[in-house]
């Protein structure tokens, strides 16, 4: 039995909706030792739904614990200890902020609808574009060279792409692109060795060999790079064509999606020099631990004390949810889960705290979210927020 029919059983279950046929079906399930590794998992993914209280077969008590208990589950909610809640409950702790909606427990708990719609997290992939413009789908590629370039292999080696230097190179220098669409990142390691992370819906353009006085690349989205240090050769990062980076060997993140309020860099090692891409209004030098922010006004804006974990969650594995907007929120869930998220009333005025692990299916997630009272209804990848 595959795990599309076993978690389909499991969350009937949960949902009290199995037929005569599937109950049958369900009991020969959980009664067979072949199968409980993998009904495990599968409770350990809908964790957030599971309510031991209802559990009425004594027999599946005994793995339910097991699911709520495991080291995944546990790693995936890091609650902040600040009301006692239940596990699903204090990954998410609303804020009651002035101008908030005051959803708070002397509200009548109206229950929540169980979503079945199962939305697979994102995953590592990308599309790969050549120097002659066609491409490559990396998502199921095995190791191995993949495609030559002037001057050098691409090579994938467990998801992760390199560039090796060919001997018999023309040296003529072309260019590649890697693209991740909506529920994919991707990791590559270009050929001077700076190590570049991308989040989904982003976007590196860079040679296949570095030439010249200096390095430089291009991108979109969101990016996370590790460069390699050369003082002789500056590595230069153009951000939309609105921003530029310039650095030696550092350590930054740069979020440029169009969708939020302005191109953020955030520093963690050594030093950069951000500044408005071909204007005359300015630049800042970034030290550790500040963020710089490039919006629509003329001008950057210095966060002195950039909230570091925030910045880089995404290519630590997690959701940050840490003072967080509803609407902030739901913009990274359409880039990660691919979907469209709508509002039916307008969106409220919450924020929330904590941090979950990225590989949660949507309905999981959205299990935990509706905890603190908020509802929701998916039509097909279309995610609607009801009030």
Known sequence: MDNTRIYYLAGQ?????????????????????????????????????????????????????????????????RSLPRRSLSWAAASIILLLAAGSYLWTTQKKNTPQAAITTVITPGKQGAILTLADGSQ????????????????????????QLTYAPDENGSGEIVFNTIATPKGRQFQVTLPDGTQVWLNTASSIRYPTAFAGSERKVE??????????????????????????????????????????KAIATTLLEGSVRVAPYETASGNVILQPGQQAQIAGAPGIKVIEKANIDKAIAWKNGLFYFEGASLAEIMRQLERWYDIEVVYEKGIPDIEFEGEITRDVPLNGLLAMLGKTELHFRIEGRKLIVLQ
Not at 22 to 32: A, M, N, V, W
């Open 136 to 159: 490559v789908v990396l998502d199921s590629l095995g190791n191995g060279v993949i495609a030559k370039q002037k001057g050098a292999s691409i090579v994938l080696t467990n998801g």
């Open 219 to 260: 991108v979109t989205g969101e990016a996370y790079f590790e460069v390699a240090k050369n003082a002789e050769m500056p590595f230069r990062v153009i951000v939309n064509n609105k921003a530029e980076i310039k650095v030696l060997g550092t350590h930054f993140n740069v979020n440029a999606y169009e969708n939020e």
């Open 13 to 77: 279950y949960l949902k009290k909706s199995l037929s005569e046929t599937e109950q049958e079906e369900f009991q020969r399930l959980l009664h067979d030792p072949v199968h409980q590794e993998a009904l495990q998992a599968v409770f350990e993914e809908m964790a957030g739904e599971l309510d031991m209280d209802t559990v009425q077969d004594k027999a599946l008590l005994p793995l339910l614990e097991r699911s709520l208990n495991s080291d995944r589950v546990q790693h995936r909610v």
